[in-house]
């Protein structure tokens, strides 16, 4: 009788024990104005993000479920497209996140490395931070230039209580805004310098 009482109260106290620690998880730390995740946590090309959100949602490691979250937020009705995550291609071939070490202000840096064909454009940028648990935190930059250079902290709060600068993925998606076109001062020159190539060949063809 002793002996299953003991084996009871072992299995019940192990089971509160087990709830408990199940119970015990990290708690994300939402971006509010003046808070430790605000616009001052993110940076494209030395400027601070114009905007911040945070998400929490069961399937935010999903590509397609981060790309419809940022669209039902920055999107409207000009959507943006994901170009991939740290570490893994997108939806626009040659396009690459990467993140690194960390500077004064930031814990992280990235940069994102774009095609050739790409270099100059005018994109509204959204920087996509996965916190813990299934919590997220997006950053929207307007009229920023590719590539970009940045860096960002993330904060949360572990299962202790402690304040942690940690994240598990980086994300990012572009919207176009504006394709770089040679300047009618460029196009000018270019054409003086046709005329004058012109002009030097018939005086070389008539002497």
Same mark, same amino acid.
């Given at each position: 009788?002793?002996?299953?009482?003991?084996?009871?109260?072992?299995?019940?106290?192990?089971?509160?024990?087990?709830?408990?620690?199940?119970?015990?998880?990290?708690?994300?730390?939402?971006?509010?104005?003046?808070?430790?995740?605000?616009?001052?946590?993110?940076?494209?090309?030395?400027?601070?993000?114009?905007?911040?959100?945070?998400?929490?949602?069961?399937?935010?490691?999903?590509?397609?479920?981060?790309?419809?979250?940022?669209?039902?937020?920055?999107?409207?009705?000009?959507?943006?497209?994901?170009?991939?995550?740290?570490?893994?291609?997108?939806?626009?071939?040659?396009?690459?996140?990467?993140?690194?070490?960390?500077?004064?202000?930031?814990?992280?840096?990235?940069?994102?490395?774009?095609?050739?064909?790409?270099?100059?454009?005018?994109?509204?940028?959204?920087?996509?931070?996965?916190?813990?648990?299934?919590?997220?935190?997006?950053?929207?930059?307007?009229?920023?230039?590719?590539?970009?250079?940045?860096?960002?902290?993330?904060?949360?709060?572990?299962?202790? #209580?402690?304040?942690?600068?940690?994240?598990?993925?980086?994300?990012?998606?572009?919207?176009?805004?504006?394709?770089?076109?040679?300047?009618?001062?460029?196009?000018?020159?270019?054409?003086?310098?046709?005329? #004058?190539?012109?002009?030097?060949?018939?005086?070389?063809?008539?002497?």
């Amino acid at each position: 009788m002793n002996t299953y009482s003991s084996k009871t109260t072992s299995l019940v106290a192990g089971g509160l024990l087990l709830a408990a620690s199940l119970a015990v998880q990290a708690v994300p730390v939402a971006c509010t104005n003046g808070g430790v995740n605000d616009t001052y946590s993110a940076s494209a090309n030395g400027a601070y993000a114009d905007a911040c959100h945070y998400y929490s949602a069961s399937n935010i490691a999903d590509p397609t479920a981060i790309t419809n979250l940022t669209n039902s937020l920055w999107g409207g009705t000009d959507p943006f497209t994901y170009i991939g995550k740290d570490g893994e291609a997108g939806d626009i071939a040659g396009f690459d996140l990467q993140v690194s070490g960390s500077d004064s202000e930031f814990e992280y840096l990235y940069q994102l490395v774009v095609p050739a064909a790409w270099a100059g454009t005018t994109v509204d940028w959204v920087l996509g931070i996965k916190q813990s648990n299934n919590s997220y935190m997006s950053y929207l930059f307007e009229d920023v230039t590719l590539g970009i250079d940045g860096g960002f902290n993330n904060f949360w709060l572990n299962p202790q #209580g402690k304040e942690v600068n940690d994240f598990s993925f980086a994300a990012g998606f572009i919207r176009v805004v504006d394709v770089p076109v040679p300047e009618p001062a460029t196009l000018g020159l270019l054409g003086l310098g046709l005329l #004058g190539l012109g002009f030097a060949r018939r005086k070389t063809a008539a002497s």
